[in-house]
């Protein structure tokens, strides 16, 4: 018995292999991105355009971060922090090479409700005026953002977690409609949020269920005692904003070096207070008194964990969902992968982390992001170079941002949303596509108006996984055809060189977001393989029918596994059995013809509905000179005949 014991355990440590220096090499590209464009970084062709986004960055930064702050209910230097060590952990964690991750306007307000409860303005006078040994700030302060920070580290330990459960595989449940509506619900509290400072009005904090419209509620009431000098100054900021950003979005192209108009009317409204003395003529409120310096680090109070935790996973959901989707949308720009798994780790360990450093929640924003696109920026470096400058702003030039209108920042912050707010142009083409998905949206963007971010997230997935199980079980799994006569037609009417350049695949299920994605990976692993070379000449002329079956199984046939026949080949992708398709059904599949369009593969479309014609002509630029819709698979392979004898003939009129 002890012997077979000890065999036992002999084959166990046989079949362990030891980890190779290779195994540890490719672990560390996979968990730290950096290495991964940090060794082929090019000080030549990359330090210059990185280093003027990163100027331009640091000024969003600065703005956004002492305005998220005042979001989250916390004292304005604190978003200064929140806008440096974030943005260091997610440029050596995370793989988006384009993403600006830091203070964040939808986990700010998450947070701030935390804040409310746990440390309301009314305990203020209940609490010692004394000022703490942390940059003299006062123990009301202090607890509040100790309230934050718990958030942060909270909600970043749930997403470590989830990290560590591989649950970033389940994202495909989160589709873009639900994104979308739930970005500009959330983009639309925190413009009422900002209407306080934005009209000078004092006002009480108001949170819960359908908050939005006591909001409202409470301004219409009290309309009178809005300050004119504020919403006058705040109206004149906007304007010059929304001016400015257009001319600089018109003329990028021109102008190598855009006009960082944020931090110019930063230094002209803190210089026009400072010399008129608003704050104690008119009354306005301004950003007070910034410390220098950064505290050495404290942990959060593990004792309020359990009365934040509500907060914290919504944090923790919210700001992956609207980070990946950033994360993802750069990768698609730019044509890099982004693993959906490993944000979870660097986002949760931004928030984890920069919890000691008195750091509230962070995540990655639309605006600077965008930011990034149109400066030109190459990879994380330009984040990095933006924290020297946010450094700056911490040890020398804070205390100058004294005078800063409050009703400026909030000016600022509502005309950086104005990327999530213009999103209610989805619903136009949601409408063209598939009005159930126009339905989805509409309804995640109550929900989130009425109760909250993370309410209208869980809505909308849970109404778009109701909606595809109450289609599936009317829709079409396979579609029987007769082989042999269309083999025959075929051959009859084409000759056996252009068989040899076909590749014929039925598409025989709905074409949605739980299947989207693995319909691309399929079409691409057909054409990307090379392995033709050994076939025999009797078998390559074979004419092939590929067949995706049961793609949400992940089951494909043999066939399908085989590559094209030539390296310009022709794909013909039959349609009869896509008995329906979402948005993100169709968009992939106007991104699969784009993609073998760079590849050099002509894609034929047949047996397509007519609704199916005109979403995909809707969402994607298809190639005007070539016909790209066909009645039937013989005639789109007549077609590719026809176009083959015409190039021949014109090659020949050459000669």
Not at 35 to 49: D, F, G, M, V
Not at 595 to 618: G, Q
Request: net charge positive; proline share 4%.
């Amino acid at each position: 018995m002890t012997g077979a014991k000890r065999k036992k355990k002999s084959i166990l440590w046989s079949k362990m292999r030891i980890p190779r220096c290779e195994d540890l090499k490719q672990w560390c590209r996979r968990r730290l991105p950096f290495l991964e464009w940090a060794t082929r970084y090019s000080l030549k062709e990359n330090l210059l355009p990185d280093a003027v986004s990163g100027v331009m960055l640091a000024v969003q930064q600065v703005a956004q971060g002492l305005a998220f702050a005042v979001l989250s209910s916390v004292h304005p230097v604190f978003g200064l922090y929140g806008s440096l060590f974030p943005a260091i952990i997610y440029a050596i964690f995370g793989a988006g090479r384009h993403v600006a991750t830091g203070t964040f306007a939808l986990t700010s307000l998450i947070s701030a409700n935390a804040v409310e409860r746990l440390v309301p303005l009314s305990s203020q006078n209940l609490t010692t005026h004394s000022n703490t040994s942390v940059l003299g700030l006062s123990d009301f302060e202090m607890q509040r953002i100790s309230v934050a920070a718990a958030v942060s580290f909270l909600g970043g330990v749930i997403q470590v977690a989830m990290f560590v459960l591989q649950l970033g595989s389940a994202t495909f449940l989160i589709t873009e409609p639900v994104v979308s509506a739930m970005t500009t619900g959330a983009a639309t509290h925190v413009v009422t949020s900002q209407a306080k400072y934005l009209l000078g009005m004092k006002m009480p904090y108001i949170s819960g269920p359908l908050g939005f419209f006591y909001i409202y509620a409470y301004i219409f009431k009290n309309i009178k005692s809005v300050r004119l000098e504020a919403l006058l100054l705040s109206l004149l900021s906007i304007v010059v904003l929304v001016l400015v950003k257009e001319l600089n979005e018109q003329f990028k192209r021109k102008i190598k070096i855009i006009l960082p108009v944020d931090l110019v009317l930063m230094i002209a409204a803190s210089f026009t207070c400072y010399c008129t003395n608003m704050e104690n003529t008119y009354g306005l409120e301004v950003v007070g008194r910034i410390p220098r310096g950064i505290p050495p680090p404290r942990a959060p109070p593990m004792s309020i964990l359990s009365a934040v935790i509500t907060e914290a996973f919504g944090v923790a959901l919210v700001g992956y969902v609207a980070s990946l989707a950033l994360a993802q949308g750069s990768a698609k720009k730019f044509r890099y992968s982004v693993d959906d798994n490993q944000e979870f780790l660097a986002h949760g360990l931004s928030n984890v982390i920069a919890s000691f450093f008195f750091c509230i929640p962070s995540a990655a924003a639309m605006g600077r992001t965008a930011g990034l696109y149109s400066t030109g920026a190459k990879t994380q470096v330009a984040c990095l170079i933006s924290c020297i400058f946010v450094l700056i702003v911490i040890y020398a030039i804070g205390p100058l941002l004294y005078w800063l209108p409050m009703c400026v920042l909030a000016s600022i912050i509502v005309v950086g949303l104005k990327g999530m707010l213009i999103q209610f142009r989805d619903l136009k083409k949601y409408w063209n596509v598939d009005k159930i998905d126009w339905g989805i949206w509409i309804s995640t963007y109550i929900f989130t108006v009425c109760f909250a971010a993370n309410v209208g997230l869980l809505f909308g997935v849970v109404c778009t996984i109701a909606t595809v199980i109450g289609r599936f079980p009317r829709a079409k799994t396979l579609s029987t055809k007769n082989m042999k006569e269309m083999e025959f037609k075929v051959k009859t009417e084409v000759d056996d060189e252009t068989l040899q350049q076909v590749k014929i695949i039925s598409i025989n299920n709905p074409l949605v977001f739980l299947n989207a994605k693995k319909f691309h990976t399929d079409i691409m692993n057909i054409i990307q393989k090379e392995n033709t070379g050994n076939q025999p000449l009797d078998e390559i002329r074979k004419y092939e029918q590929s067949t995706l079956l049961s793609s949400l199984s992940g089951i494909c046939n043999e066939e399908a596994a085989q590559p094209c026949l030539n390296p310009k080949c022709s794909l013909i992708l039959d349609c009869g059995g896509l008995t329906f398709s979402d948005y993100t059904g169709v968009s992939m599949l106007v991104e699969v013809y784009t993609d073998c369009k760079n590849k050099s593969v002509d894609v034929s479309l047949v047996h397509c509905t007519t609704s199916l014609i005109k979403a995909i002509k809707y969402c994607g630029n298809l190639d005007s000179e070539k016909p790209v819709f066909f009645e039937s698979v013989s005639a789109a392979i007549s077609n590719m005949n026809l176009s083959k004898n015409l190039s021949i003939l014109s090659d020949h009129s050459e000669i």
